[in-house]
C-alpha cells in the first residue's frame, strides 16, 4: 500500500516492531523462511489469499516482467518471486516500507529477484513498455488523481500487458466509519464507485478481461478470521491501531459502505494514454 498524500504508514518503528514479533514467536532472523512471514507481510484485504488469487488470475509466469505498483514491506513481490520465478520491481512511496522489504528479501534469500525503489506510482521512473504485469493492490484509495495514476500504469505496459487490481472502492451507503487501513480522517480517503473506476481504466487504455466484486465472501472470510484474534505475526506488528481498523474496514463493507474489486485489464496495444 502506498500513497500520494501524508499517510500515517511510517512509524520509524516498521522493522524493530517485525524484528521484535519474530523474536518473540521464535523465529531467527538469519534462519528466516519466506513462510514465516505470510500473516504480516501483505498489506491489504484478506492478505495472502487475495495475492495469490490476483497472480493466478492475472496469469503470472516466470517470463513475465513484474512491477508490485505500492509494495508496502514486499509482500507480493516475494510470493511472485518465490512461487513465480518472476523478475519483480517493487515501488512504494515511503522509503521506511522500501528499507524493510529489501530486508526482509535479502533475509529469505529472495535479494537477487527482487528490485526495491523508492517511487511515486504517479511519476514511476521506469521506460515505456517496461513490464507485462503490473500489480497494484489497496493503492488508489490514498490517491486523488487515478487519471494520472492508471495512465502511468499503462505506459509502463508493454501492449497486451495486464493490470491486476485488488482494490476498495465506494458504495452507497454512506460515508466511511473511520480509522480505516489506508486513512485516519476523510481527507486521507479517495475513494470512487466500482462504476468510476472502470470508466477511468477505459478512459487511460485498458481492456477489461475479469472484473469480480468480491465484497460479501470478503467481508465473511475477514470476520471470521478476526474472530479468532490477532495471530502474533499479523499487521498489528507494524500498523498502528491496526485491529480497530480492520474492524471498521469490516463493518464498512458489511453496511455496503464499501465495496471490493478484484480486476484484470489488458493494455490495448491500439491506445496509449
Known amino acids: 500500500m502506498t500513497t500520494t498524500t501524508d499517510q500515517p504508514y511510517a512509524t520509524g518503528r516498521t522493522r524493530a516492531s517485525i524484528e521484535r514479533a519474530l523474536a518473540d514467536a ?6 528466516l523462511e519466506a513462510s514465516d512471514l505470510a500473516m504480516l507481510e501483505d498489506f491489504h484485504s484478506l492478505g495472502r489469499l487475495a495475492t495469490a ?15 508490485d505498483a505500492g509494495c508496502g514491506i514486499g509482500g507480493t513481490a516475494r510470493l511472485i518471486a518465490a512461487e513465480r520465478g518472476a523478475r519483480v520491481t517493487a515501488v512504494d512511496l515511503t522509503p ?13 534469500g529472495l535479494g ?21 504485469v503490473v500489480v497494484s493492490q489497496h493503492v488508489q484509495m490514498n490517491i486523488a488523481d487515478k487519471r494520472r495514476l492508471y495512465a502511468e500504469a499503462r505506459r509502463v505496459l508493454a501492449p497486451g500487458g495486464r493490470l491486476a487490481l485488488w482494490d476498495v472502492t465506494a458504495s452507497s451507503g454512506g460515508s466511511l466509519h473511520l480509522p480505516v487501513p489506508w486513512a485516519t480522517s476523510p481527507e486521507q480517503s479517495h475513494l470512487v464507485t ?4 472502470a470508466e477511468l481504466l477505459r478512459e487511460t487504455g485498458f481492456a477489461t478481461a475479469h472484473w469480480n466484486d468480491l465484497t460479501e465472501p470478503a467481508e465473511t472470510a475477514m ?3 478476526f474472530a479468532d484474534g490477532q495471530p502474533p ?16 474496514l469490516v463493518r464498512n463493507l458489511a453496511e455496503d459502505r464499501t465495496r471490493l474489486i478484484q480486476a484484470v485489464l489488458t493494455a490495448d496495444a491500439a491506445s496509449l494514454a
Open 233 to 248: 505475526l499479523g499487521l498489528h506488528v507494524f500498523v498502528p491501531d491496526f485491529p480497530a481498523k480492520a474492524a471498521n
Open 26 to 31: 521464535g523465529k531467527r532472523i538469519d534462519a
Open 194 to 197: 466500482p462504476e468510476r473506476l
Open 53 to 67: 488469487a490476483l497472480i493466478d488470475l492475472a496469469q503470472v509466469g516466470p517470463a513475465d516482467r513484474v512491477l
Open 96 to 108: 521506511e516500507y522500501c528499507e524493510v522489504a529489501t530486508w526482509l528479501n535479502d533475509a529469505v
Open 112 to 132: 537477487d529477484a527482487i528490485e526495491v525503489r523508492t517511487a511515486d506510482v504517479t511519476q514511476l521512473p521506469f521506460d515505456a513498455a517496461s513490464f507485462d
Open 223 to 225: 470476520r471470521q478470521l
